[in-house]
C-alpha cells in the first residue's frame, strides 16, 4: 500500500522560508519520479515542482528561483525548500510520485494527507 505522509508546514511571515518533506512507503522509491503539488481554497491542485529518478528538476513558473526539491533515496523522503514566501503560496501542499516524460508529469492517484502552509503577517 503506497502512503505519503507530508510535514513540515507552518504559518510564516511574507519573506520567510519552510522545508517541507515527505516520507514514502509502499513503492520503489528510487526509480519514480516525485512531484510537489498545492491546493488552495477554491482553487484547483496545480504543480509545483518535479524531481525525477535521476535528479532533474522542474519548476511551475510561479516558484522558480525561490523553491528547490530534492530527494534523499536512502530515506525514502522528497524535500520541498521554500524560500522567499509569499502570501500566494499560501496552500495545503501535497507530494506525490509518478512518471516524467517529454516535459510532462504524470501523476497517479496516491495521495497523503497533505501539509498546510500559511504565508501572513
Known amino acids: 500500500q503506497v502512503q505519503f505522509v507530508e510535514t513540515g508546514g507552518g504559518l510564516v511571515q511574507p519573506g520567510g522560508s519552510l522545508r517541507l518533506s515527505c516520507a514514502a512507503s509502499g513503492i520503489t522509491f528510487r526509480i519514480h519520479s516525485l512531484a510537489w503539488y498545492r491546493q488552495a481554497p477554491g482553487k484547483q491542485r496545480e504543480l509545483v515542482a518535479v524531481i525525477t529518478s535521476s535528479g532533474s528538476t522542474k519548476y511551475a513558473d510561479s516558484v522558480k528561483g525561490r523553491f528547490t526539491i530534492s530527494r534523499d533515496n536512502a530515506k525514502n523522503t522528497v524535500y520541498l525548500q521554500m524560500n522567499s514566501l509569499k502570501p500566494e503560496d499560501s496552500a495545503v501542499y501535497y507530494c506525490?510520485?509518478?512518471?516524467?516524460?517529454?516535459?510532462?508529469?504524470?501523476?497517479?492517484?496516491?495521495w497523503g494527507q497533505g501539509t498546510q502552509v500559511t504565508v501572513s503577517s
Open positions: 506525490n510520485h509518478g512518471t516524467y516524460y517529454s516535459g510532462t508529469y504524470y501523476s497517479t492517484d496516491a
